[in-house]
């Protein structure tokens, strides 16, 4: 586990030395309560179609994969990648989730996504480092856009330095818990996926079963690697 007394200054990013983070610890109200990452999306899991994804980037950044949840550990043990529950209690939201992989990642850059976005881009990691080699960013967000058309931050995807670790550890010590805020203190670069070529739909996130049975309905049957 790291400590925040060892976290060092930026490096940049390279193949191989990036870990996968998948957030799956919330509590998933709109959805009753169930695990959302265990949900079934065309005969899986949520949660593996997402691990897939990011085992199949681009560019060969991700050399290491994690989980984040809270519970139900052993069937999320059982996908091959370790495990970690949120390092602060009371389901504390994303900003918990990425707190525990700085901790427990052995890589200087974390990639963050969620478990209910089961068509994320192939080469998200790939344009988000990009991003942070032209920039010398502490952070690189997606966006995307959103139903209304409007390109928006989707800041749980996102790539983050090992050396925010001080700098998260202290927000949330001092009660803070929205993301936003906090990216607002760093260096950060936006990178908008709304190219001709990218899947409008890549970005969708389940939040209702409704939604998740909508989504199966809508996607091309190519993108997910388990359709």
């Known amino acids: ?10 490096t940049p990013p390279q193949a191989g030395a990036v870990t996968g983070l998948i957030l799956a610890g919330g509590l998933a109200r709109r959805m009753g309560g169930v695990d959302k990452g265990l949900q079934a999306f065309r005969g899986a899991p949520l949660v593996l179609h997402v691990l897939l994804r990011l085992q199949q980037q681009r560019g060969g950044w991700i050399g290491a994969h994690m989980i984040n949840a809270n519970r139900n550990l052993a069937a ?3 996908l091959g990648v370790p495990v970690w529950p949120d390092v602060l209690k ?10 525990t992989g700085l901790l427990h990642a052995d890589t200087p850059w974390l990639l963050v996504v969620p478990c209910d976005s089961p068509l994320l881009p192939l080469d998200l990691a790939d344009r988000l480092a990009q991003a942070v080699l032209r920039t010398r960013a502490d952070l690189a967000v997606a966006a995307a856009p959103e139903s209304d058309g409007q390109l928006r ?42 190219a001709p070529h990218d899947d409008p739909l890549a970005f969708a996130n389940v939040n209702t079963l409704p939604q998740l049975h909508a989504l199966a309905a809508a996607a091309p049957r190519n993108p997910s690697p388990l359709a």
Not at 90 to 99: F, N, Y
């Open 1 to 10: 586990m790291r400590t925040a007394s060892s976290s060092a200054g930026w």
């Open 76 to 78: 999320y043990e059982a």
């Open 90 to 99: 009371g389901h504390a939201g994303p900003l918990a989730g990425m707190l």
């Open 153 to 194: 931050p989707q800041p749980v995807f996102c790539l983050l330095g090992a050396h925010l670790l001080e700098s998260l550890q202290a927000f949330v010590q001092g009660g803070g818990r929205k993301i936003d805020a906090w990216t607002a203190q760093l260096a950060t670069v936006v990178v908008p996926f709304d």
